[in-house]
């Protein structure tokens, strides 16, 4: 009974680590709109193709990962008669991650 949670944990704590990444390298790479033309200036010119290759390493992987552990967790929950917590956090973590989206897309 004890690990499933333990598993549930290390899964939020590696989607937690790959999100402050995301978020280092969105802040990163993000540049002021009045200074996007000037040259020098970092992320000016490729700043949107710099930023989904560094973008596309970090969720593409991600992305793979939640997936199999939401097959691995379905599948250990069925032993246990408890489907439907996996499908919860999976749907939780998948609207952190659209928040994250969105907030990095924001000029806040």
Avoid: Y
Avoid at 25 to 38: F, H, K, N, Q, Y
Avoid at 46 to 51: A, D, S
Avoid at 80 to 87: E, I, M, N, S, Y
């Amino acid at each position: 009974m004890k690990q499933a949670p333990m598993r549930d944990w290390v899964w939020v704590s590696v989607n937690a680590l790959i999100a402050a990444a995301f978020l280092w390298v969105t802040s990163r790479e993000w540049i002021e709109p009045e200074l996007r033309d000037i040259p020098g200036v970092s992320g000016s010119g490729g700043g949107p193709l710099v930023f989904g290759l560094w973008v596309i390493w970090l969720l593409v992987p991600l992305f793979i990962v939640n997936v199999i552990w939401l097959v691995v967790s379905i599948r250990l929950a069925k032993h246990r008669g408890d489907v439907t917590r996996p499908f919860w956090l999976f749907g939780l973590m998948a609207a952190c991650w659209l928040f994250l989206a969105h907030f990095s897309a924001s000029q806040i």
